[in-house]
């Protein structure tokens, strides 16, 4: 079985809150600790999944809800999904920069009082929570952002908190660069 099938399958142990563990991983598919405990770092750290280990139940879960991509492209997708760099790495294909197209959209509950940006990323917005608060969805995190800073309103992310660090850490990286010394 490829990396992708043992992500899914680990995505659905931690939605049912199984809390499936590295070891358990490896036995169910006959890989090796240190390759499961690699599985769950790539589910945490590239695809912003919140999971925090459980010593009392000696196992993972999700701290918040999160939703898995069906298809997705990373660094290591040699690593992940074979068939996506055999895609890629396809000559005719040169000129795409990468495939980002995702079955399942990512969410994100936002706080916005300037109604006219509201209006800017009403494409985004799937649900209405009163005043000032909405659900969005989105396919590509870059470009959400860039919607998100393009608007030129206060806004505030309130979950998930993956995006929020990884706005955060964008507008730091931009502020560095630009400071006059």
């Known amino acids: 079985m490829n990396a992708n ?3 899914q399958w680990l995505h659905k142990k931690l939605v049912s809150k199984s809390y499936p563990n590295s070891h358990r991983i490896a036995e169910r598919f006959r890989i ?4 499961a ?12 999944a919140p999971i925090a280990y459980d010593t009392a139940r000696r196992g ?14 990373s660094d290591n997708d040699d690593l992940y999904i074979p068939e996506v760099s055999a895609v890629q790495n396809n000559e005719e294909l040169a000129a795409a920069e990468s495939i980002i197209q995702m079955q399942i959209p990512y969410t994100a509950t936002l706080e916005i009082a300037d109604k006219l940006a509201v209006m800017e990323i009403t494409p985004y ?10 659900t969005c969805e989105f396919h590509s995190i870059e470009k ?6 393009a608007m ?11 995006l929020r660090e990884r706005l955060i850490g964008s507008a730091e990286r931009i502020l560095k660069s630009h400071k006059i010394n």
Request: glycine share 6%; aromatic share 16%; no cysteine.
């Open 5 to 7: 099938t043992r992500i």
């Open 32 to 35: 090796s600790p240190r390759q």
């Open 37 to 48: 405990q690699r599985d769950l770092d790539f589910l945490r750290k590239n695809l912003g």
């Open 60 to 73: 993972f879960y999700y701290t918040e809800p999160f939703q898995l991509p069906l298809l997705l492209t």
């Open 125 to 134: 917005i799937t649900e209405r929570h009163g005043k000032g608060r909405f």
């Open 144 to 149: 959400f952002l860039g919607a998100l800073i």
């Open 152 to 162: 030129e309103a206060e806004f505030r992310i309130i979950e998930p908190e993956w």
